[in-house]
């Protein structure tokens, strides 16, 4: 039994640590000479490493930890993510990760059978329309292929969450998914590697991505995981992208539309009511 304090603590640290990868990113591709494949590769080596010694502090072994079907997943999450925050902010970044994320878990239940009922169906409904209201063309309407891209990061990270649902210590599954991903990441670089830049800003901000922010973050919430219900567990993942949000205006001067507080409004109020409204029987 974790103490609720403590377990406030690992709870709020995790929370800031997921919305820190869209700040660090973004600032990365936006202010440092970093392109996003070197800033994928950094971040998945680094975030491998810090896992692979967590894993190794808790004397477990790594022989047959993770699965490559679920290191292609998160391959695929952090690459898209990274090109997406070439143009996107870091705000709406988030918050159409955060909405890709839940829809496709939402509708991979739907389509394995769990039946909802009218409260959840209305705020599944609510949801997509303020993702579509975010979407809508118009001169405050992210970049069409940036969105796109972000969208595809978030149905890879909720595959790799659906796969990740199968038992097993959590976080030396994910250990072994970083390191068995790191393949990937370099082959992307490989293929990109007459564009390739770096600099000592950006590796700095790729290595907090992948070494503090993912590798230290997820370990954080795999620890607290076990004092929560899965209902509080989903509800307080509703706060990253605020948190992401808040951060990139005080942070990195990012302005705030009407469009996007109408839109989180509906996304994040949708998907609340998907998750707090009993299922149907």
């Known amino acids: 039994m974790i103490p609720p ?15 820190a990868n869209s700040l660090l990113c973004r600032v990365a591709l936006r202010d440092t000479g970093i392109d996003a494949a070197s800033f994928t590769t950094i971040r998945i080596g680094s975030g491998a490493l810090v896992l692979w010694i967590i894993a190794r502090m808790k004397d477990a072994t790594m022989t047959g930890a993770g699965s490559w079907g ?23 970044g988030a918050l159409l990760l955060f909405c890709a994320v839940q ?20 705020g599944l409904a609510l949801a997509i329309g303020g993702l579509v209201g975010l979407l809508w063309p118009g001169l405050s309407a992210p970049p069409a292929g940036s969105a796109a891209l972000m969208i595809a990061a978030g149905i890879a990270w909720g595959i790799y ?11 030396v599954a994910t250990a072994g998914n970083f390191v068995r991903a790191v393949p990937f990441a370099v082959i992307l670089s490989l293929l990109t590697l007459a564009g390739a830049k770096v600099d000592p800003a950006g590796v700095f901000y790729a290595i907090a991505s992948g070494a503090l922010a993912s590798g230290l973050g997820y370990a954080i ?8 219900t899965a209902t509080k567990a989903a509800t307080i993942q509703l706060s990253v992208p605020v948190i992401a949000a808040i951060a990139a205006v005080l942070l990195l001067d990012e302005s705030v539309t009407l469009r996007l507080v109408a839109s989180s409004a509906a996304i994040l109020g949708g998907i609340a009511l998907v998750v707090l409204a009993k299922r149907k029987a």
């Open 221 to 228: 919430w795999y620890t607290a995981l076990p004092g929560l």
């Open 103 to 122: 829809i496709t878990m939402i509708g991979w239940g739907l389509w394995s059978g769990e039946r909802i009922a009218a409260t959840q169906a209305a």
């Open 70 to 92: 679920s290191a292609a997943a998160l391959f695929g999450y952090a690459a898209a993510f990274s090109f997406a925050y070439i143009e996107l902010s870091a705000g709406i």
């Open 161 to 171: 969450s659906l796969r990740g649902k199968r038992g097993g210590d959590p976080t």
């Open 5 to 19: 304090r403590r377990l406030v603590l690992l709870v709020a640290l995790a929370m800031v640590a997921f919305a």
